[in-house]
């Protein structure tokens, strides 16, 4: 600016001008010029100060639009009140959420609204905000309790204090959230991590619990387990929805029957436990008679009365047990015996009946590695044919040589091979043993094995049978598959595709122990059955009972009728052989012609030439 105003003297002198006067020119003429300069700059500044207050001013407006767009469509709101802690214009949604007007939330201290002395929790979780409040501090997902509409309802408040430009504290601003359904859904999962789902009683993880905590307490009690009498069949007669529904009234039924410092919890299918502080024995024996008698009572299920017992047994903590495990097992130890002695009654533990408990696990463990060990084997019962007298075929029947025990009777390990599993391997190693031995046999002579509901649960069964045969090379049509009713009761439409696949192989199938279950004319009806085998219920009194026989005749003419061979099982008279025969029953089998016997007796039964009728002595 200087060298400016220098060179504007100089040319004033050089142009003949006074000086003096060149320099007053030339300092106003720089000084018009640097005015300028400075308006030109404080307008630049002002203009820019203005575009950015505009910008501000629609950034805040977008932000008010974002912030009322995201409360209109989501459970949070955000809240703000005034240096004395009072709601400042609350939003639409903050009065929804409280159920009140707008106007009622308006200049109401917050602490006030958010106070619900009557609602768990909500006194400590106000005096903590109000803590913060104190302290203006800021504070986060703070969950406040409440009752509304005689509901309970919990929110998530976080806030920060806010103040002016001067510093000044102008109140609390922040946001609040509606977490009602998530609290209820975790509520929800956390008691299903700890009830049965079906019944709603505790369950196996919650009873650990709490019989843990009692002994560890050094608490005494008594332990109650009980099982269902007769579920099985219900369940597998009636179908799963049936047996869930009786389950749920049982459940209801025992809960009725207890105190309420006492708990049932079932721990699964049809087993149910409880534990109670009683511990006088009198005490005890009259609860499981309450408990027995409530279960007991016939439970009407889509119109069909269905009844069911129980068995409980009984064991006392910390005397018979000092663990969950320990008392536990003794009570099902009582619980064991209590069934094997008489359904529908209790026992107390004792240690006998712990040592019989064992042996029974022993037997089990034992059964696992049968068939590694070679212990298991087939007996043969031939089916005798009622005109001729001749051998038509065999039942294979399995029978287990113990290594220490001898002899063990199918009745004892096919119950336990089918609740712990064990009857699908087993089951499967008969069908291709029998196929294997039956392949030696005369080809007009079949071999019959019975298939479990467990077995028949399977949906590769028939792809088994069909390897089977391919192995062993036997004729499908000297393969004759027996099936319960109880097969067919859980799942029929499953059940009857099973059978039609089987049939397809070229396999017989013969309906067993006809009559004794629920729905057996129906099923007929359903399925082209190659043999009805009589049960030998009505066989046993066929010489003295004419309802006996009135059955036998029905049964006979339904099978003649729908074209099915109709055999008599657990024939022991020559009388019954004789009545039989005489009505045109069409295959025998039972003691009278011959015992169960291994294949290598069999065969020298079947080389003999079968008499002529009417004498059926064939071995």
Request: with cysteine; proline share 4%.
């Amino acid at each position: 600016m200087f060298t400016q105003l220098g060179v504007a003297v100089a040319a004033a002198v050089l142009a003949g001008i006074d000086w003096e006067r060149a320099a007053l020119t030339a300092l106003y003429t720089v000084g018009v010029g640097a005015g300028l300069h400075i308006i030109r700059q404080h307008s630049a500044i002002f203009r820019q100060s203005i575009r950015q207050q505009l910008e501000l001013e629609q950034k805040n407006e977008t932000i008010g639009l974002i912030l009322k767009e995201h409360e209109d469509q989501s459970s949070d709101w955000l809240w703000q009140t005034d240096t004395a802690l009072r709601i400042v214009d609350p939003s639409i949604r903050f009065a929804d959420a409280l159920d009140v007007s707008k106007q009622t939330l308006s200049g109401r201290p917050i602490a006030e609204t958010l106070t619900d002395a009557g609602m768990d929790g909500n006194t400590e979780t106000l005096a903590q905000i109000d803590d913060h409040f104190a302290a203006r501090e800021s504070f986060r997902d703070i969950v406040v309790p409440l009752g509304i509409n005689e509901q309970t309802c919990w929110f998530s408040l976080s806030g920060r204090p806010i103040y002016d430009r001067a510093g000044a504290f102008s109140g609390y601003r922040g946001v609040m959230a509606d977490i009602t359904v998530a609290r209820r859904a975790q509520a929800r999962a956390a008691h299903l991590t700890h009830h049965d789902t079906l019944t709603d009683l505790p369950n196996r993880t919650q009873f650990n619990a709490l019989i843990r905590r009692a002994l560890t307490r050094g608490r005494a009690f008594t332990l109650l387990s009980i099982d269902l009498d007769g579920f099985k069949a219900v369940n597998e007669g009636f179908g799963h929805h049936a047996g869930d529904r009786l389950l749920v009234e049982i459940a209801r039924r025992l809960q009725d029957n207890v105190e309420a410092n006492e708990f049932v919890a079932r721990l699964g299918d049809d087993e149910f436990v409880v534990q109670t502080w009683r511990l006088a024995t009198d005490s005890i024996e009259s609860l499981c008679r309450d408990l027995i008698a409530a279960a007991s009572r016939p439970i009407t299920i889509d119109g069909i009365s269905l009844t069911v017992g129980a068995s409980i047994g009984v064991a006392f903590a910390p005397a018979d047990g000092d663990t969950t495990d320990e008392i536990l097992k003794n009570a099902d130890s009582a619980l064991y015996r209590a069934k094997t002695e008489g359904r529908g009654s209790f026992r107390f533990f004792s240690a006998t009946m712990d040592r019989k408990l064992q042996v029974r696990q022993r037997l089990i463990q034992d059964l696992r590695s049968a068939l590694d060990r070679d212990e298991l084997f087939l007996h043969y019962q031939p089916f005798i044919d009622a005109a001729s007298g001749a051998i038509t075929g065999c039942e294979a029947l399995i029978r287990w040589q113990h290594a220490e025990r001898g002899m063990i009777s199918p009745a004892e390990f096919i119950p336990l091979a089918e609740e712990n599993g064990l009857i699908v391997p087993i089951g499967s190693w008969v069908i291709e043993q029998a196929c294997r031995e039956a392949a030696t046999w005369d080809n007009n002579r079949r071999v019959a094995v019975n298939v479990s509901p467990a077995q028949f649960r399977d949906q590769g069964l028939h792809e088994r049978i069909r390897s089977i045969l391919k192995t062993t090379r036997l004729a499908p049509r000297r393969l004759e598959i027996e099936v319960t009713e109880t097969v067919l009761v859980t799942n029929p439409q499953a059940a009857l595709e099973t059978l039609r696949r089987i049939r397809a192989l070229g396999v017989r199938v013969a309906l067993d122990d006809f009559g004794t279950g629920y729905s057996s004319l129906s099923y007929l009806r359903l399925f082209p059955f190659d043999k009805i085998k009589l049960d030998r219920a009505f066989i046993q009194d066929l010489e003295t009972r004419q309802d006996s026989q009135v059955i036998v005749h029905a049964v006979l003419d339904i099978a003649k009728g729908l074209g099915m061979t109709l055999t008599a099982e657990g024939i022991e008279t020559s009388g019954q052989a004789d009545y039989l025969r005489g009505i045109g029953c069409h295959e025998f089998q039972g003691f009278l012609f011959a015992r169960p016997a291994p294949a290598s007796e069999l065969a020298n039964l079947m080389l003999r030439r079968p008499p002529p009728p009417p004498a059926f002595d064939v071995g």
